[in-house]
């Protein structure tokens, strides 16, 4: 019995290349402002409507801010800490002693740092105010 051949796979033709200097691509980046660059340089070519990119209510301000704190996130150990923490809290086993006490402090700040890196990364004011005992 002869074996049914597989449909054949869609082919698209060969993408388009095209060079441009440092200063073209940063100005194409800025005029695309977020879009993939080909979707806008069609728009662009074929008058389509050129519509910016949404990005929320609020976008990014500075993406190397952004960039840095998930940078910052990516290399700790935050949630594998909290959750060792948790555990000892719930079994009763989490000595308070000074040193864990300072520990804790130590990492109070840098999620207040990390806080308001995210804060100024998404273009909102971070409160001013030294009062640590007014959350995160």
């Known amino acids: 019995m002869a074996r049914k051949r597989p449909p054949s796979k869609k082919t698209y033709p060969a993408p388009f290349s095209l060079r441009l200097?440092?200063?073209?691509r940063k100005?194409?980046?800025e005029l695309a402002d977020g879009q993939p660059w080909g979707t806008y340089i069609k728009d662009?070519?074929?008058e389509r409507q050129v519509r910016p990119r949404t990005r929320g209510a609020k976008p990014v301000k500075d993406r190397a801010e952004l960039a840095r704190l998930l940078g910052l996130l990516g290399a700790s150990r935050i949630s594998?800490?909290?959750n060792q923490l948790a555990r000892a809290a719930n079994t009763g086993s989490l000595p308070v002693n000074r040193d864990v006490h300072d520990a804790l402090l130590e990492s109070c700040d840098a999620?207040?740092?990390?806080?308001t890196l995210l804060l100024t990364a998404l273009g909102l004011q971070p409160d001013t105010g030294t009062d640590k005992g007014d959350g995160p």
């Open 21 to 24: 200097s440092e200063e073209e």
């Open 27 to 29: 100005a194409l980046d």
């Open 44 to 46: 662009a070519i074929f």
């Open 80 to 82: 594998q800490n909290i």
């Open 111 to 115: 999620v207040r740092n990390m806080r």
